[in-house]
């Protein structure tokens, strides 16, 4: 399974296009504006187009993704905005980050088998220096309903149970199921279900 979602970024990333488009994401944005820049360490980062904007702000980048093609855009975008990123081809589960480094870790729309979730959150939390925040915002089960993004397989989308649960450690500061207004490139347009998180690791 992991060599077919490996083959179905690469493909979906290898056009000339953006397919997400190049301004980060709408909520990371709002979020990571309220933080002084640190480490961020960046999960399923796909293009580069959140990596970028939390270098532009000052901050020391991570990102990490299973797909190569990924990679390509990534530095592409990197270098046309004129901003440092480090970019890890990886798969998550298998990636180990440095434990207490990080000042935020990052998961947007990043959708994983039931299995490998408790793996990469975890890894995610333990990243995190003591005070560190996670930002992640998800498409929530009621996303199957629409044609705005995200999976189609209702079992790799999340209910606030799923969040909850693997998160449970953290110091809850936003956690809320919305219908929102996407507008992200080709592949993200239209009302969505999405669940919105930001919790810190306890000081």
Known sequence: MKDQWKEHWNDRYSNDEFIYGKEPNKFFEEELNKLNPGKIL???EGEGRNAVYAASLGW???AVDQSEAGKVKAMQLSSERKVKINYYV???YSYTPEQNHYDAAVFIFLHLEERLRSIVFKKAIDSLKPGGKII???FEKDQ???DSGGPKDEELL?????ISEELIELNFEKF??????LDEGKYHQGKASVIRFVGEKHK
């Open 42 to 44: 960046m999960l399923g």
């Open 60 to 62: 020391s980048v991570d």
């Open 90 to 92: 990886e798969y998550l």
């Open 136 to 138: 992640l915002e998800v």
């Open 144 to 146: 199957i309903k629409y």
């Open 158 to 162: 999340y209910s606030l149970e799923d």
């Open 176 to 181: 809320s199921k919305e219908i929102v207004i």
